[in-house]
């Protein structure tokens, strides 16, 4: 039971780092992008090419980030400049990184385990008694996850954050603030990639390799993860929309591995995700009816 918590804990910190990044597009933008299929694998690629080639293994995730935000401004300069629509821009992005994903890695598998990674290198061997690698995964996990949720609640309380909340309120107002909605919303599409990539990059260095589909159904996730936590939380105002949405993450993983410990194999996995996913959407549409009903 404490290896099934522990991984429960494992993967909802990793994908609650990607589910952010979409709380930004889906809960602020109202963008569905799923260019975040892409960007997941992208710092996943980069992060086993550069930690093979020799690089720090935390200057990997720096230049993950980096790289999902340059995919991120793609999105948005097609959809923005370009005048293709957001689901469009998205898939569009998607299907070009899939090939540039392959291109960066060499192949469809890379391992490194016998590299250094933030999880496992001289440091953390120094500091962590033997037989509680598992404890200082989850320690150094919720550290980077913890970084991320503040930094991004600071972003959010800026003049450019407010911009960010006002394009997916009301676009009328940004421009009569004399601001461009469109060069805000290519801001916020970037930060939400950066940080997809980034949880790409923390995810290859916890499992140790790159996979190519590493990404497909990413963005379902991220979509339970910030559906479950604003939801449940909606009535808490104190419960601030990012710790939710981190929280979320933890219990849609849970969800999963009872699932999956009740019986169904591994490889059920994306329709456990479709299902859950669906269950979803219709308790929140429900429940949103009968307020409206009752109002």
């Given at each position: 039971?404490?290896?099934?918590?522990?991984?429960?804990?494992?993967?909802?910190?990793?994908?609650?780092?990607?589910?952010?990044?979409?709380?930004?597009?889906?809960?602020?933008?109202?963008?569905?992008?799923?260019?975040?299929?892409?960007?997941?694998?992208?710092?996943?690629?980069?992060?086993?090419?550069?930690?093979?080639?020799?690089?720090?293994?935390?200057?990997?995730?720096?230049?993950?980030?980096?790289a999902g935000v340059l995919a991120g401004c793609v999105t948005g300069f097609i959809h923005v400049k370009l005048?293709?629509?957001?689901?469009?821009?998205?898939?569009?992005?998607m299907t070009a990184l899939y090939s540039i994903n392959l291109r960066l890695a060499g192949k469809s598998n890379v391992a490194f385990f016998n590299n250094d990674s933030i999880f496992e290198n001289a440091l953390v061997s120094r500091l962590v008694p033997e037989g509680l690698s598992d404890i200082s995964v989850i320690i150094i996990l919720a550290v980077i996850v913890l970084i991320v949720k503040l930094l991004l609640d600071l972003y959010l309380k800026t003049r450019s954050g407010y911009l960010l909340r006002a394009v997916g309120d009301n676009e009328t107002l940004v421009t009569s603030l004399a601001k461009d909605k469109g060069s805000v919303k290519i801001?916020?599409?970037?930060?939400?990639?950066?940080?997809?990539?980034?949880?790409?990059?923390?995810?290859?260095?916890q499992k140790g390799f790159f996979e190519i589909s590493m990404g497909t159904g990413t963005i379902v996730i991220g979509l339970a993860n910030v559906i479950i936590g604003t939801k449940l939380f909606k009535r808490f105002g104190a419960v601030k929309a990012t710790t939710a949405v981190v929280i979320g993450s933890i219990i849609y993983k849970a969800c999963v591995s009872i699932a999956i410990y009740m019986g169904m194999e591994a490889s059920d996995l994306k329709l456990i995700t479709s299902v859950l996913f669906l269950g979803i959407l219709v308790l929140s549409n429900g429940r949103e009816r009968k307020v409206k009903n009752h109002a």
């Amino acid at each position: 039971m404490m290896s099934i918590i522990l991984g429960v804990l494992e993967e909802g910190l990793v994908y609650a780092i990607m589910a952010l990044g979409v709380y930004i597009t889906y809960k602020i933008l109202d963008f569905p992008d799923l260019s975040v299929d892409g960007t997941f694998p992208l710092g996943g690629a980069i992060t086993a090419t550069l930690i093979l080639a020799g690089f720090n293994p935390l200057a990997t995730l720096l230049i993950a980030f980096a790289a999902g935000v340059l995919a991120g401004c793609v999105t948005g300069f097609i959809h923005v400049k370009l005048k293709v629509r957001d689901l469009l821009s998205g898939i569009i992005v998607m299907t070009a990184l899939y090939s540039i994903n392959l291109r960066l890695a060499g192949k469809s598998n890379v391992a490194f385990f016998n590299n250094d990674s933030i999880f496992e290198n001289a440091l953390v061997s120094r500091l962590v008694p033997e037989g509680l690698s598992d404890i200082s995964v989850i320690i150094i996990l919720a550290v980077i996850v913890l970084i991320v949720k503040l930094l991004l609640d600071l972003y959010l309380k800026t003049r450019s954050g407010y911009l960010l909340r006002a394009v997916g309120d009301n676009e009328t107002l940004v421009t009569s603030l004399a601001k461009d909605k469109g060069s805000v919303k290519i801001l916020g599409l970037a930060i939400a990639n950066g940080l997809a990539a980034l949880a790409g990059s923390v995810y290859c260095q916890q499992k140790g390799f790159f996979e190519i589909s590493m990404g497909t159904g990413t963005i379902v996730i991220g979509l339970a993860n910030v559906i479950i936590g604003t939801k449940l939380f909606k009535r808490f105002g104190a419960v601030k929309a990012t710790t939710a949405v981190v929280i979320g993450s933890i219990i849609y993983k849970a969800c999963v591995s009872i699932a999956i410990y009740m019986g169904m194999e591994a490889s059920d996995l994306k329709l456990i995700t479709s299902v859950l996913f669906l269950g979803i959407l219709v308790l929140s549409n429900g429940r949103e009816r009968k307020v409206k009903n009752h109002a």
